[in-house]
């Protein structure tokens, strides 16, 4: 069971904030992988949910594979955009940790200028935290995150402006131009204390050959994870290979935390409450799940 005193830096966790009394409904984003163990847990965690796969048209042959990868998060924020509650949308090697439904909202649930939270980061950064413990901040990757309506109608538009921009063929970051998009149309953006899950997939050659790292895992989890990732698989090296991947990321994680990568010097001299900011970043990697 998840540690109620670890769940949030300065909130408690109650019945309103539970992520699945919170979400309207959760999409998972697939094309041909095995969804099995994810909707597993989901349906074990009470959450409504759905797989979105994608099929495979002959006009998609030269289609790069980011671009085929926001085609698909488009179709889950065009049905995020009809949902009266906010949605959490999960790519299929997307793997929680236990008693993920039980982990609090990132954000204010009320507040009405939530753009998008990210539940799992990736060179992630924290801009502030409020008396509440909740952080805005900036991550790339869109392997779990929560939209609202209006962020997700939004969010069309930054796919049409890629589609302008890039064409169908040609590769591009989309996602890490989600940040910057939302808070051009004055939302605000979330990042957890910790990662609620795992990215469980294999590295990713087409980020590698566009100068991008091609593996990229959780720094620090809310807890243990509910299932052994894919790169973890029994032919993978199973737990022996998990152990090392989670070390790796925590050091990676600490690293970026020490070289000011995660909490910059100039948000720290920006900030009213710097101390609060040091807090929330340092107390985040005080963790004995790796």
């Known amino acids: 069971m998840v540690s109620m005193n ?8 109650s019945e309103s904030n539970q992520l699945v009394d919170s979400i309207g409904k959760v999409f ?3 094309y041909k992988e095995p969804t099995e163990l994810l909707e597993k847990i989901l349906s074990k965690e009470k959450f409504q949910y759905e797989v979105l796969r994608q ?13 085929l990868c926001l085609m698909n998060h488009c179709n889950a924020w065009e049905k995020a955009i009809q949902e009266d509650k906010p949605t959490l949308v999960i790519e299929a090697d997307f793997v929680p940790v236990v008693d993920f439904g039980k982990l609090p909202l990132p954000f204010d649930l009320h507040q009405n200028d939530v753009g998008i939270s990210w539940l799992y980061t990736c060179a992630s950064q924290v801009y502030s935290v409020s008396e509440k413990g909740y952080a805005e901040g900036f991550s790339v990757s869109t392997v779990a995150y929560i939209v609202t309506p209006l962020a997700a109608k939004y ?12 064409g ?40 590698y050959k566009n100068g991008l790292s091609k593996t990229h895992r959780a720094d620090v989890l809310y807890g243990k994870l509910a299932f052994l990732p894919f790169y973890a698989s029994e032919e ?27 909490l910059r010097i100039p948000v720290i001299q920006g900030s009213s409450v710097p101390t609060r900011l040091i807090s929330f970043a340092i107390r985040r990697q005080l963790s004995l799940h790796l």
Do not use: V
């Not at 099929?55 to 671009?67: A, V």
């Open 6 to 13: 670890a769940i949030a830096p300065t909130t408690k966790l």
């Open 28 to 30: 998972i984003i697939a």
């Open 55 to 67: 099929q495979h048209k002959p006009e998609y042959q030269n289609y790069s594979r980011s671009y």
């Open 155 to 166: 969010l069309i538009e930054l796919a049409e402006e890629i589609n302008q921009k890039y």
């Open 168 to 207: 169908t063929n040609a590769y591009s970051s989309w996602d890490s131009d989600i940040d910057k998009f939302l808070r051009q149309k004055a939302l605000k953006n979330y990042i957890p204390f910790r990662n609620y899950g795992e990215h469980g997939g294999l590295p990713n050659l087409e980020h």
């Open 236 to 262: 993978r090296g199973g737990k022996e290979n998990l152990l090392i991947a989670r070390i790796q990321a925590r050091f990676k994680g600490i690293a970026r935390l020490l070289l000011g990568k995660y």
